[in-house]
C-alpha cells in the first residue's frame, strides 16, 4: 500500500480524499495556488505544496506544476478529484511516465469515452442502446439540416468532447439550426480544444439515470446500482438520490447488465459512472460515461456502506474487487439524497462570490455534509461554486425527504447567496415528494421566493452574527461587515 498521496484538486472533493487517506494511514499531501492559499481544503492535508502564482489553467489545470508538486512532496500516488484535470489522458498518462500510481482508470480507457462520437460507435458495437443522433457534422450547411431531419427536432447540438452540462445546445426549429450550430463549435474549441459536434436527440420528459461501475486489474467489473439525477439545472445536477423511484427490478437489472458492457468495451479499471437517458416509455440510452468519480457518489456510499474512495486507491495498487460484489452479495439499504449547495442566485443560476460570515452544518442521524469552505471562507468566481453536499440517509423515501428538509432548515450561511431556497422548494414540490419526475423539474416547479429581510430567522441570524463567542456579548464590527449595508442580505449581488 502507498504511504502518501497528492490530492490534484481542491475543495469538498480534496477534503473527501484526504479523509480517507488518513483512515488508511496515508499522508495526504494537497496542492494550492498563491492566490488560493487560504483555502479550506488545506487545513484537512498533512502538508500542501504550492502551484504557484497564475489563474486555475496556469495552476491547477497545469500538468508540469502538478507533477513538479509531486515531485517535490515525494508522493508516491495522484488521486484527481474531479473536474479539473480528473478525465485528462494526457495527465494520467503524465503521472504514470513519471513513475508514480494514478488512482483512476487507463489513459486508453479515458480517452475512449472522453470523444462521445467515439464511445457512441463503441457501445453500439457492444449492444448498448445509445441516444438516436448523427456522425459528425460537416461545414456543409446542406448535410448539416439533412442530418437534423433525419434525427427529428427538437435536438440538441452537442460538443464531441464536452461534458458537464456545458457544449450543448437546444434547437426546436430548423431555422435555428445553423446559429447553434455556430455556436456550440465556438464553445467547444474554447472550453475543449475540440471543435468537432454532432447531433443528439431531445426527449421531451426524460429521466437521467446513472449506474455505478467498479473494475479491477485482474477482469472482474461490477456496477453498484443505481442513482437517480433528473434534478438538474443548466444541464447540471444539483439533486440525487437512490435508489430511482422510476426503475423496477426488471429496468435495474437490464440497465446495471448494460452499464457493465459499456465498461468492459473500454477494458475500464477503478470507479466510473454510466449515464443513461430513460424515456417516458421505459426505453433506455447510453449518454455518456465519466471515467472518475461523481460528485454524487455518497449516496451510493451511504445506501451500501462502502468508501468508494478507498475501493479507488485499493484497486489502482492492484487489489482485487471484494469477494461479495463480485458474488453479487451486495444489497442497497435504505434510501440516500444528496443535495448541492452553489454559490449562486436561485433563480438565474448565476455564480455568486462573497466572504462565508456565518457556517452553520445541519447534524443528526442519518445527516452528511460534505463540505469545501467555512466560516471565513472568502468565496470568489475563478472556481466552480458549488460549496457543500447535504447527504441524508433514511430507512425509507419518505423519511429522507423529511430528513433533508429538517437539515435544509437548520442550515446557516450568510455572507454568500447559496441555492438553499432552491433546494428546500423542490423537496417540498410535489413532483419530486411523488417520484414521478423529469429534468424539467426546476423548470416546473418555478422560481423560489426571495427571503424576507424581516422574517424572524432572519433577525435570528443577524443577531447572533453581532455575539461574540458564546452569543452572549456583543463584538466590534469588522470593516466591510456584511451588515453595514442593506446590500448585505444578499452580498455579491
Known sequence: MIRSLLIANRGEIAVRIARTAQEMGIEAIGVYSQADADAF?????????????????????????????????????????????????????????????????????????????????????????????????????GEVASAADAVGYPLLVKAAAGGGGKGMARVDRREDLPAAVEATRRIAVAAFDNGRVYLERLFPRPRHVEFQVFGDRHGNLV???????????????????????????????????????????????????????????????????????????????????????????????????????????????????????????????????????????????????????????TVGLDFDPLLAKLVVSAPTRPAAIERARRALADWVVLGVETNLPLLTRVLASEEFGSGRYATDLVAAIGPPVPPDPGDAEWIAAALALSRGPGGAAPRERAAGDPWDSSSGWRTGA
Open 41 to 141: 481544503h488545506l487545513s484537512h492535508v498533512a502538508r500542501a505544496e504550492s502551484l504557484g502564482e497564475g489563474p486555475p489553467r496556469a495552476t491547477y489545470l497545469s500538468i508540469p506544476r502538478i507533477l513538479e508538486a509531486a515531485r517535490a512532496s515525494g508522493a508516491e500516488a495522484v488521486h484527481p478529484g474531479y473536474g479539473f484535470l480528473s478525465e485528462s489522458a494526457s495527465f494520467a498518462r503524465a503521472v504514470q511516465e513519471a513513475g508514480l500510481l494514478w488512482i483512476g482508470p487507463p489513459p486508453e480507457s479515458i480517452e475512449a469515452m472522453g470523444d462521445k462520437l467515439g464511445a457512441r460507435k463503441r457501445m453500439r458495437a457492444a449492444g448498448v442502446p445509445v441516444v438516436p443522433g448523427s456522425e459528425e457534422l460537416s461545414a456543409d450547411s
Open 223 to 377: 456496477h453498484l446500482f443505481e442513482r437517480e439525477c433528473s434534478v438538474q439545472r443548466r444541464h447540471q445536477k444539483i439533486v440525487e438520490e437512490t435508489p430511482s423511484m422510476a426503475l423496477d427490478h426488471r429496468l435495474r437489472t437490464a440497465m446495471g447488465r448494460a452499464a457493465v458492457e459499456a465498461a468492459k468495451a473500454v477494458g475500464y479499471v477503478g470507479a466510473g459512472t454510466v449515464e443513461f437517458l430513460l424515456d417516458e416509455r421505459g426505453d433506455f440510452y447510453f449518454l455518456e460515461m465519466n471515467t472518475r468519480l461523481q460528485v454524487e457518489h455518497p449516496i451510493t456510499e451511504e445506501t451500501l456502506g462502502l468508501d468508494l474512495v478507498r475501493g479507488q486507491i485499493e484497486i489502482a495498487s492492484g487489489a482485487a474487487l471484494p469477494s461479495d460484489w463480485r458474488a453479487g452479495n451486495i444489497a442497497a439499504q435504505g434510501h440516500a439524497i444528496e443535495l448541492r449547495l452553489y454559490a449562486e442566485d436561485p433563480v438565474e443560476f448565476l455564480p455568486r462570490s462573497g466572504s462565508i460570515a456565518v457556517w452553520e452544518e445541519p447534524v443528526g442521524p442519518g445527516v452528511r455534509v460534505d463540505a469545501g469552505v467555512g466560516a471565513g471562507t
